[in-house]
């Protein structure tokens, strides 16, 4: 007696749940003819992508443009002005970074170094480990004169790991480099 008391209410809502999704799957059914009815009726929409107004090959490089031939009564080359403007990129690089971006191209290959190849590289190495000194002394000042906690000192305290962890890096790059030398019996003067 009990379990038909409880029996019963189930069997009444499954009964109901099963007429209504019968009755949704009816109505999505409608609903379905009639959004490819409205979508066979529309234009269509955007742009359509096909192999002619794509470019054929985007790996391969388009042709050089021709130049034209310098004219002969000239008297100042046309790449005077651009190569200006890039000597003064490089010379304010260079007073901002110790660096240019000559300095940070690879390095010639092993049959090409010479005097100048160990003198350049020395002398970079040295100007950025100058810079990271100067940045680290820099830090060091800055949260001297902070308080003790706070978020600003935080802060400052992760920037001084990170420029301490450079450092380090760039000590080692020397020892490398200096290592390096001794191998290849570079004269010390080259690199001093």
Not at 74 to 100: I, L, N, Q
Not at 149 to 172: F, S
């Amino acid at each position: 007696m009990m379990a038909s008391r409880v029996i019963v209410p189930i069997l009444i809502a499954a009964a109901i749940g099963l007429y209504s999704v019968a009755a949704d799957a009816q109505s999505l059914g409608d609903v379905a003819r009639k959004e490819a009815a409205r979508r066979g009726s529309a234009p269509p929409v955007g742009k359509t992508y096909t192999n002619e107004n794509l470019t054929p090959d985007f790996t391969t490089p388009a042709p050089p443009a021709e130049v034209a031939p310098p004219a002969k009564d000239s008297t100042v080359p046309a790449s005077a002005p651009a190569d200006d403007a890039s000597k003064k990129a490089e010379r304010e690089e260079a007073e901002k970074w110790g660096v240019t971006p000559r300095d940070q191209q690879e390095p010639a290959p092993a049959d090409e170094l010479n005097e100048e190849f160990w003198r350049s590289r020395a002398t970079l190495i040295k100007a950025r480990l100058a810079n990271q000194n100067a940045q680290v002394l820099q830090l060091r000042q800055h949260l001297a004169a902070l308080p003790a906690g706070g978020d600003e000192r935080a802060v400052a305290e992760r920037t001084m790991e990170k420029a301490v962890t450079n450092l380090d890096h760039l000590n080692a790059e020397w020892g490398r480099f200096e290592k390096q030398a001794r191998e290849r019996k570079v004269p010390e003067s080259w690199i001093r």
